[in-house]
């Protein structure tokens, strides 16, 4: 089978890619508007970019039912602030309910039953039942494309971790603990208990 995207419904293109690029880690993002309203949201196009600085993007994109920028783009560029919150299996259903197209007033945090805690550094809370929440500011937006599920790329910086002890040693993180879950294609998702470890050959410097 070959597929040229061009020649495609962007539906369907979206449907291949949510699909092939699995399993996806996701990004629960708590930001505020410019009136301190709240707002979380999850985003699984997200990823790390640098350790030095400790540098992470995820992408946005426009909404499919009305073409609109989405709640948590236009808080950041309001902003530029945002926490990334991890998201473990526990809660899972809960992170779910706060992907629903609330409009800009409603705050998820009351929606989903989360519980909002100041952060230290930026104006978005934390979410209290991640076990990992990271402090950002925004560094850029590279506005991608404006198309329905066009996006944008938001990259940022984190300032401050916050981790659960129990997971923690030594900068290593237990995944066993963190339990966090990935995002497949429809409305599917995995979990991180079943691993397995390959030791890189020697030939960089930095083993991982
Ligand atoms: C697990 C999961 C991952 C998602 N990933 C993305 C994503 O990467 N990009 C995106 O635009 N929407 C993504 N969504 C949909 C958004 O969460 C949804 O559009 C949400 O309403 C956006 O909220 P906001 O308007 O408050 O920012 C995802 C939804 C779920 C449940």
Redesign the pocket.
């Known amino acids: 089978m070959i597929i040229d995207p061009r020649e495609q419904d962007y539906r369907n293109v979206y449907k291949l890619m949510i699909g092939v690029i699995v399993p996806r880690p996701?990004a629960f993002v708590s930001t505020v508007n410019l009136d301190g309203i709240r707002?979380l949201?999850?985003?699984?196009?997200?990823t790390g970019v640098s350790a030095n600085p400790p540098t992470i993007l995820?992408?946005?994109?426009v909404?499919l039912s009305d073409g609109a920028r989405?709640?948590?783009i236009r808080n950041i560029e309001a902003t530029g602030e945002f926490v990334v919150n991890v998201v473990s299996e526990d809660i899972a259903e809960r992170m779910?309910i706060c992907?629903?197209?609330?409009p800009p007033e409603v705050d998820?945090f009351e929606k989903s039953g989360l519980t909002p805690v100041p952060s230290d550094l930026v104006k978005p809370p934390r979410v209290k039942e991640s076990r990992v929440n990271m402090e950002s500011k925004l560094l850029e937006i590279v506005e991608v494309s404006a198309l329905p599920l066009g996006?944008s790329i938001v990259i940022g910086e984190i300032l401050r971790f916050h981790i659960d002890d129990s997971l923690f040693d030594d900068f290593k993180i237990d995944p066993d603990k963190l339990r966090a879950i990935g995002?497949m294609g429809g409305p599917s998702y995995t979990r991180t208990a079943d691993r397995f470890d390959l030791v890189r050959p020697k030939t960089g410097e930095l083993k991982h």
């Open positions: 996701i707002n949201a999850p985003f699984s196009f997200f995820f992408c946005p994109m909404r989405k709640d948590t779910n992907s629903a197209e609330f998820e996006g995002r």
